[in-house]
């Protein structure tokens, strides 16, 4: 599943194509939000902004389209008037001159004003964004040591949305790696300097995997972001030497070092 840096990519996609250009066409596959299609045409697209995994698409007359991809939902830019193949249900489409975006396949899809907006369950729920250039390493480290979330194992806690909005599986294993702490660990019990080093990591790592375009390519660069400890069971950790190994917490496989992550 994309976790936030695939979800913030995909929105950057989005807003490149139709920001701040008059809608020639809304389109809505779901018969409640029919009556919002002529209200869209000649509005503008100004901003997609990402809470988690959540989107949300913001209108010139303050409609705001909420849509969560879940498990099978995908979203895609064609050229306007291009009908694309493909065996997935249409759900959405939003039309420029130029260009077209289409959403497939999602069902969690609602069109809320400034009010509903507030009150959304959803995003009443999720914790700060950690690709919002607002959220700080101070504000993590608070966060961390919370009393609702500083008995937590990081196990359970780094895949919880209500923490963080966009971290995943992934994320939650570099993230460990990187602050050399293991899953059963929690904010509770660490020193003053592991602390530091989670609260630096909980950031750092999802916004490398951002800036360098794609979790799952190959790079040759040095700053690539590159998997350390995911997918590497049975390789040497580039950091100690030590065997990566592979189990299961919170029903999802789990990759770590022993020897450096103590």
Not at 133 to 144: I, Q
């Amino acid at each position: 599943m994309p976790e936030g840096p695939e979800i913030r990519r995909a929105a950057d996609q989005l807003e490149a194509a139709v920001l701040h250009q008059p809608l020639t066409e809304a389109w809505f596959a779901f018969p409640e939000l029919k009556t919002y299609e002529a209200a869209l045409v000649g509005e503008q697209v100004t901003a997609i902004e990402t809470r988690g995994k959540a989107l949300l698409t913001h209108f010139s007359n303050g409609l705001t389209l909420y849509s969560h991809n879940q498990l099978y939902g995908v979203w895609r830019v064609v050229d306007t008037g291009t009908v694309p193949e493909s065996k997935r249900q249409l759900r959405v489409r939003l039309a420029t001159a130029r260009q077209t975006i289409l959403l497939y396949s999602a069902s969690d899809i609602e069109l809320l004003n400034a009010e509903t907006l507030a009150t959304h369950p959803f995003l009443m729920r999720v914790g700060p964004d950690v690709l919002d250039p607002m959220l700080d390493v101070a504000t993590v480290r608070e966060r961390l040591l919370s009393r609702r979330f500083s008995r937590r194992q990081f196990s359970g806690l780094l895949l919880d949305q209500a923490f963080l909005a966009g971290l995943g599986n992934y994320l939650r294993v570099e993230i460990l790696w990187v602050a050399g702490l293991l899953a059963q660990h929690r904010a509770v019990d660490l020193s003053e300097e592991q602390l530091q080093a989670l609260s630096e990591a909980l950031l750092s790592v999802p916004r490398h995997s951002y800036r360098m375009r794609g979790s799952m390519k190959k790079y040759h660069a040095e700053a690539a972001f590159r998997f350390e400890v995911f997918h590497r069971q049975g390789k040497k950790c580039r950091r100690c030497g030590t065997i990566i190994e592979k189990g299961v917490l919170s029903s999802r496989p789990f990759y770590w070092c022993p020897g450096c992550q103590l």
